[in-house]
C-alpha cells in the first residue's frame, strides 16, 4: 500500500531563513504528488503539484524518484508561511488522495 | 463561485445519537470525498465516490455512511455517533484533469 511519511511534526524557523519541509512516499509505481497548506482555521488548499513544475508563493518542489522524496522548499521564510503542510499522493489512474500526517511551520520575527 | 459548501461548520452529538454532514460543489466536478483530520494523524480518507452514482469506502469507514445525491451532493451520516468520531470533517471535490482537490471549510464535530 502506498504511504506519505512527513517526518517533522513541527518546524520552528526565522523570519529569511531557509525553509525545506521533509515528504517521503513509498509507492512502486509513479505517482502524482502534491502539496497542500492550511492556514489558522482555514480549509486546506493546494499549494503545488508536481506534475505542474510551478512556484507557488516562492515554495518549489522537485520529486527525487530515487529517494523517494518531494520536499518543499522556499529560500526565505516570511511569517505569513506559517501554517500546517500536507504532502499528499495520488497513484495513477486514481482519484483519491493519500496525505502524509502534516508538519507545522512556525515562522518568528 | 461559492465552490464547495459543508454544512453545519459546528455540531456537538451526544453519544448515541445520529446526524448528517451536509457537502455540496458547484464546479461540475466529477468526484467528491470525505476526509477526517485529527492531531497527529494527518487527514485519513473515510468515503469517496468517484463519479455519480457510485460509493466507495475509503481508510476509516466504520461507523459512516455516505449518499451521493447527485453530482453536486455527497453527504456523510453517523448512524450512532461516538466519542471516537470527534473530529473535524472535512469535504473535498475533484476534477478528472488532475489539478487536485477543492476543500470545504470543514465540520467540528464533538461527539460527548
Known amino acids: 500500500a502506498q504511504r506519505v511519511t512527513q517526518p517533522e511534526k513541527l518546524l520552528s524557523v526565522f523570519k529569511g531563513a531557509p525553509v525545506e519541509l521533509k515528504c517521503n512516499y513509498s509507492?512502486?509505481?509513479?505517482?502524482?504528488l502534491f502539496w497542500y497548506v492550511q492556514y489558522s482555521r482555514q480549509r486546506l488548499q493546494l499549494l503545488l503539484r508536481?506534475?505542474s513544475r510551478e512556484s507557488i508563493k516562492g515554495f518549489t518542489a522537485d520529486l527525487n524518484k530515487g529517494e523517494t522524496s518531494f520536499h518543499l522548499k522556499k529560500p526565505f521564510a516570511q511569517e505569513e508561511d506559517s501554517a500546517m503542510y500536507y504532502c499528499?499522493?495520488?497513484?495513477?489512474?486514481?482519484?483519491?488522495?493519500?496525505f502524509g500526517k502534516g508538519t507545522m511551520l512556525l515562522v518568528s520575527p | 463561485n461559492a465552490g464547495v459548501t459543508q454544512t453545519p461548520k459546528f455540531q456537538v452529538l451526544k453519544t448515541g445519537q445520529s446526524m448528517t454532514l451536509q457537502c455540496a460543489q458547484d464546479m461540475n466536478h466529477n468526484s467528491m470525498y470525505w476526509y477526517r483530520q485529527d492531531p497527529g494523524m494527518g487527514l485519513r480518507l473515510i468515503y469517496y465516490?468517484?463519479?455519480?452514482?457510485?460509493?466507495d469506502k475509503g481508510e476509516v469507514p466504520n461507523g459512516y455512511n455516505v449518499s451521493r445525491l447527485n453530482k453536486r451532493e455527497f453527504s456523510l451520516r453517523l448512524e450512532s455517533a461516538a466519542p471516537s468520531q470527534t473530529s473535524v470533517y472535512f469535504c473535498?471535490?475533484?476534477?478528472?484533469?488532475?489539478?487536485?482537490?477543492?476543500f470545504g471549510s470543514g465540520t467540528r464535530l464533538t461527539v460527548v
Open positions: 465516490s468517484a463519479s455519480e452514482g457510485t460509493t
Open positions: 499528499a499522493l495520488q497513484r495513477p489512474g486514481y482519484s483519491t488522495l493519500t
Open positions: 509507492y512502486s509505481g509513479s505517482p502524482e
Open positions: 508536481h506534475i
Open positions: 473535498a471535490s475533484s476534477s478528472r484533469d488532475n489539478y487536485g482537490y477543492t
